[in-house]
């Protein structure tokens, strides 16, 4: 990996670094064995992924998992009636016949719960982003390591047949030397946003001590709960739980960015945004603007505003701009537009996608699972992706050009420091 590999060696010195694949401490799976699986967080994604993961393979759900008592239900039918339901996933890490967990709970708690199954061997798919600080991800990776669990991240595009073919022509150098890419996401919400609910008691189906785990105790508020049947839950917007839309979309298109430079990590970060518009309770901004610099000589640039839904480009997310051409790339397909130059060879192209992307995605983990591979999208490989985003986090809440020392796995600025970590709620606290 070149680069990549320079900077993993001192933040996982202490696990060991990488062990070899084919040591392997949990149980054996044989050719024809069902994979035996339990799903921890059962909203809309947790949900999406035991539909996925039943289409990928002839697998046997066991467990599912939740504290709010409607989403566990949804999932008990999901499996057509088939799971049990638990409320605590330490039940489910307990049981020797689970041969992996699916974590979809909100973002606060996957470093905890994926430390965790490693131990107990099980292997993991979690989604992204994989965590709220960045020593959290640090803490992750270890855990896969030091246990020689597989870990799949759920950044699933990577795993879409477009998004392969889009790296590569990257990669290959057909639209000349790449100085600028443009990552965004932009949408027109309505001023009152998510509204201003004021703090209640919990519903009597949700143990909300239990939802907030690891995180500071607050008082019940139905946007922090945030489930809503007509969106992805609301916590996203709380500073406690996840990184708005930085880490919740940021993850995604960043994370093709630096697949396409070799996981490359960027050295300065900029960050400029806030709330300028809605005038809901949420935490995270509504318009936003981070500049990543990268070693290599190039830019990459996070936006997303939420009162204005013009774009660049119609059906597209990512752009990667060359001396010869433009990508521009999004779950739909990509296009080429060629530069007008002199003796410019490169023509117009167009793709479109019909790739089962998150079915793919867990075929890879369900392979990987049985070889012992390292699955596509690999917890490190996540981690480099969300600690990027994390880090467009750190320089806005701390009004700071972050340089990174990816040596130390570390901000040079002392002062930025305190927002790569947190203490969590005992009894949550991460041990590796």
């Keep these: 990996m070149g680069r990549a590999d320079s900077g993993r060696r001192s933040f996982l010195k202490n696990a060991g670094g990488a062990l070899a694949a084919s040591v392997f401490s949990g ?41 709010y008592e409607p989403n566990l239900q949804k999932a008990v039918d999901a499996t057509d009636g088939k799971a049990k339901p638990v409320h605590d996933f330490r039940e489910i890490l307990a049981d020797p016949e689970v041969d992996f967990v699916c974590i979809s ?29 960045v020593e959290e991800g640090v803490q992750m990776v270890r855990a896969a ?7 799949q991240a759920g950044t699933m595009q990577r795993s879409g047949l477009h998004f392969q073919q889009a790296v590569e022509i990257v990669r290959r150098g057909v639209l000349g030397k790449v100085t600028f890419c443009r990552t965004w996401n932009y ?57 708005g839309m930085m880490t919740d979309w940021g993850v995604h298109l960043l994370d093709i960015v630096q697949w396409a430079f070799d996981e490359e990590m960027p050295k300065s970060i900029v960050a400029l945004g806030g709330k300028y518009y809605i005038q809901d309770n949420r935490e995270t901004p509504d318009t936003l603007e981070v500049t990543y610099e990268y070693p290599s000589g190039f830019l990459a640039v996070y936006e997303n505003r939420i009162e204005n839904r013009h774009t660049y480009a119609e059906g597209a997310n990512i752009s990667f701009h060359g001396a010869r051409g433009t990508l521009y790339l999004s779950r739909r397909g990509y296009r080429i537009v060629p530069e007008e130059i002199e003796g410019n060879e490169l023509g117009a192209v167009e793709v479109r996608s019909f790739n089962q992307a998150n079915v793919a995605h867990w ?50 600025q002392e002062e930025a420091r305190r927002f790569l970590r947190r203490e969590a709620r005992d009894p949550w606290k991460i041990v590796v």
């Design 363 to 412: 075929k890879n983990f369900f392979h990987c699972m049985r070889t012992r591979e390292r699955p596509i999208s690999d917890i490190e490989k996540c981690q480099r992706s969300t600690t990027t985003c994390l880090l467009g986090n750190v320089a806005l809440r701390s009004r700071l050009r972050i340089e990174w020392d990816e040596k130390d796995w570390t901000t040079v």
């Design 187 to 243: 949408s027109n919400q309505g001023r009152e946003g998510i509204g201003n609910p004021p703090d209640t008691d919990p519903p009597k189906d949700l143990d909300w001590d239990m939802w907030l785990g690891p995180a500071p105790y607050r008082p019940f508020n139905k946007n922090r709960f945030g489930v809503d049947p007509k969106h992805f839950s609301h916590f996203r917007w709380f500073w406690d739980y996840a990184g």
């Design 27 to 67: 149980k054996v799976l044989g050719a024809n064995d069902r994979l035996v699986g339990a799903y921890i967080g059962t909203g809309r994604m947790g949900l999406g992924n035991i539909r996925y993961s039943r289409r990928a393979a002839d697998i046997v759900q066991k467990y599912v998992c939740d504290v």
């Design 105 to 133: 709970t909100p973002d606060h708690w996957h470093a905890y719960m994926t430390v965790e199954a490693c131990k107990a061997g099980k292997d993991v798919y979690v989604e992204k982003p994989i965590s709220v600080t």
């Design 145 to 151: 390591r030091k246990y020689e669990r597989v870990v």
